[in-house]
T-cell receptor, first 114, second 114 residues
Framework: ETGVTQTPRHLVMGMTNKKSLKCEQHLGHNAMYWYKQSAKKPLELMFVYNFKEQTENNSVPSRFSPECPNSSHLFLHLHTLQPEDSALYLC?????????????FGSGTRLTVV | AQSVTQPDIHITVSEGASLELRCNYSYGATPYLFWYVQSPGQGLQLLLKYFSGDTLVQGIKGFEAEFKRSQSSFNLRKPSVHWSDAAEYFCAVGGPNTGNQFYFGTGTSLTVIP
């Protein structure tokens, strides 16, 4: 049990579908993150939320839409994705938005866009 | 600009042999340095971190890493590798100079043979 739970573990979707990824943590952390992990590339930070407020959007296409209703839950809404969006999407959390604490990662959602 | 280089894409070692994974970084000040491990189908788990002080840091699972400022390196070591150590290993740098974001390397994949 990593403390950060992501669902679903696997997702296959067509380019015209709409789906959502869910991330949940009960560690009492106040910062949450979405990362994209593609083969043989560094992890790409997508979004950061600190105390439910979005603080970072690293030039992510608008077909990815994050939502953070409270400090324990984070969603990534997906629509009209492209095949190159296929990747492992990782959620992470930390006590504050500071690398000093290190991050706790979930196991990820393996997304395949067909 | 901040960056992390892991020169070895893939390493194979025999069980019981020693291990060293290389990490070089570029950072404008004293960096915060981290090593994470990712087992198949899992998220990233923090192995160890360095902020300041003793340049040899101990982590979980018998791993250690040494910070060498003159070489801009933070290599991960383990005296005797176990089959369960087979995984992907990521070095990361972060801190105030990176907007409190991590910069990850591309990872080193470790295979352990009996």
């Amino acid at each position: 049990e990593t403390g950060v739970t992501q669902t679903p573990r696997h997702l296959v979707m067509g380019m015209t579908n709409k789906k959502s990824l869910k991330c949940e943590q009960h560690l009492g952390h106040n910062a949450m993150y979405w990362y994209k992990q593609s083969a043989k590339k560094p992890l790409e930070l997508m979004f950061v939320y600190n105390f439910k407020e979005q603080t970072e959007n690293n030039s992510v296409p608008s077909r990815f839409s994050p939502e953070c209703p409270n400090s324990s839950h984070l969603f990534l809404h997906l629509h009209t994705l492209q095949p190159e969006d296929s990747a492992l999407y990782l959620c992470a959390s930390s006590p504050r938005q500071q690398v000093y604490y290190g991050y706790t990662f979930g196991s990820g959602t393996r997304l395949t866009v067909v | 600009a901040q960056s992390v280089t892991q020169p070895d894409i893939h390493i194979t070692v025999s069980e019981g042999a020693s291990l060293e994974l290389r990490c070089n970084y570029s950072y404008g000040a004293t960096p915060y340095l981290f090593w994470y491990v990712q087992s198949p189908g899992q998220g990233l788990q923090l192995l160890l971190k360095y902020f300041s002080g003793d340049t040899l840091v101990q982590g979980i699972k018998g791993f250690e890493a040494e910070f060498k400022r003159s070489q801009s390196s933070f290599n991960l070591r383990k005296p005797s590798v176990h089959w369960s150590d087979a995984a992907e290993y990521f070095c990361a740098v972060g801190g105030p100079n990176t907007g409190n974001q991590f910069y990850f390397g591309t990872g080193t994949s470790l295979t352990v043979i009996p």
